[in-house]
């Protein structure tokens, strides 16, 4: 209704009414908007009914719709912006960088290094008497008994695990790694240690006198590689036995006062090799499909630092997992993948030490 059709005293209390209390000057008309003289009310009922936004001094953002209106305020707030940030939102955690180690990780490694197991055995290449041998073995189980605590594997009964384990050996690897690192697999050794050594003796009148020297050769049990190789040697030592003690003294002292760096330089040439994670050998039994295969392979890797396919074929696929994770942590990672996959049915064969033999269920 315009102005000049208003009755008289309407028009005058209107005149008086803005006389009295003047509005705040408007910012302006916006597009598709009444007239200046139109009420907020009404201006609001527009911006809703056009779903576009209108301009002016005051400002809402709200995180409950995309966009942003915007309307003259009418009201004693100072028309500032507020920002609502939208919740909800994903965020790419980047995964740990080679070599660079999380808090987390740090502190599974550290505690792994500190709990390395051991198997001692000799060279049986080297033609050392079986009687010195077992001298030998003995006393560096001995340290590792006494010292740190250790379970071990005796001479004896390694002796005995040699033949009792002959056919499950062979099921189970076809020859493919040796037989000592497979015992030492088999017994949960991170290190399986081999002493090869020589032993001199001699005698003047009553007294025998005798001296050692050899090696420590350390070997990584998952992958059966060479750590690394310590030389030892002993003082000469005198008996008044035989020639024989005299020996056995030799090798005896000689190991134990060897095994200290052994233990030292092990978990040095251990954490050397784990920048990418403790390995884990999967293989998988019955895998008619490759791309089932894929699937799993792709789903386990969101769950460790790597995964690589060493082999495929419809009755096995071989899997190099690495990780910073217990042995049970990846069978648990390993069903969870698998259920990804449709392989909900896949189950643990056996396992022995970092190597897990699975069968999909199909």
């Given at each position: 209704m315009k102005l000049?059709?208003?009755?008289?005293?309407?028009?005058?209390?209107?005149?008086?009414?803005?006389?009295?209390?003047?509005?705040?000057?408007?910012?302006?008309p916006?597009?598709?908007?009444?007239?200046?003289?139109?009420?907020?009310?009404e201006d609001r009922a527009v911006a809703l009914v056009q779903g576009g936004a209108t301009t002016g001094t005051g400002t809402s953002s709200g995180s409950g719709g995309s966009g942003t209106s915007t309307g003259t305020g009418t009201g004693?707030?100072?028309?500032?912006?507020?920002?609502?940030?939208?919740?909800?939102?994903?965020v790419d955690v980047p995964p740990p960088l080679p070599g660079v180690l999380t808090a987390e990780e740090e502190a599974f490694l550290n505690n792994y290094l500190s709990r390395l197991n051991y198997m001692v055995y000799f060279d049986e290449a080297a033609g050392i008497e079986p009687a010195i041998a077992k001298v030998a073995v003995s006393q560096a189980n001995r340290y590792l008994l006494e010292k740190l605590g250790l379970s071990v594997v005796d001479f004896d009964q390694m002796e005995r695990i040699k033949k009792d384990q002959m056919a499950a050996y062979q099921a189970e690897t076809g020859g493919s790694i040796d037989l000592i690192q497979y015992i030492a697999q088999k017994f949960n050794a991170d290190v399986y240690v081999e002493l090869s050594f020589t032993a001199s003796a001699s005698t003047n009148g009553s007294r025998h006198y005798a001296s050692a020297r050899g090696s420590m050769k350390l070997y990584d049990t998952s992958t059966g590689q060479l750590l690394g190789s310590i030389p030892f040697q002993s003082p000469e030592v005198m008996s008044t036995a035989s020639q024989d003690a005299a020996k056995t003294s030799a090798i005896a002292t000689s190991v134990w006062n060897a095994m200290p760096k052994m233990v030292d330089q092990s978990k040095a040439l251990v954490k050397g090799t784990l920048s990418r994670g403790i390995r884990y050998e999967i293989i998988i039994q019955v895998t008619p499909d490759s791309r089932v295969i894929s699937t799993l392979r792709r789903s386990l890797a969101r769950k460790v630092r790597e995964v690589l396919q060493d082999s495929y074929s419809s009755a096995e696929t071989k899997l190099l997992v690495y990780t910073f994770k217990s042995r049970d942590q990846v069978e648990d990672y390993l069903y969870d993948a698998a259920a990804a996959a449709g392989l909900k049915d896949l189950y643990l064969v056996f396992s022995r030490g970092k190597a897990l033999t699975f069968n999909s269920g199909l």
């Open positions: 000049n059709a208003l009755p008289l005293a309407a028009a005058l209390v209107l005149a008086v009414s803005c006389v009295s209390s003047p509005d705040p000057a408007p910012a302006g916006a597009a598709g908007t009444p007239a200046s003289g139109s009420s907020a009310y004693t707030g100072s028309g500032g912006t507020a920002t609502v940030p939208a919740t909800g939102a994903a």
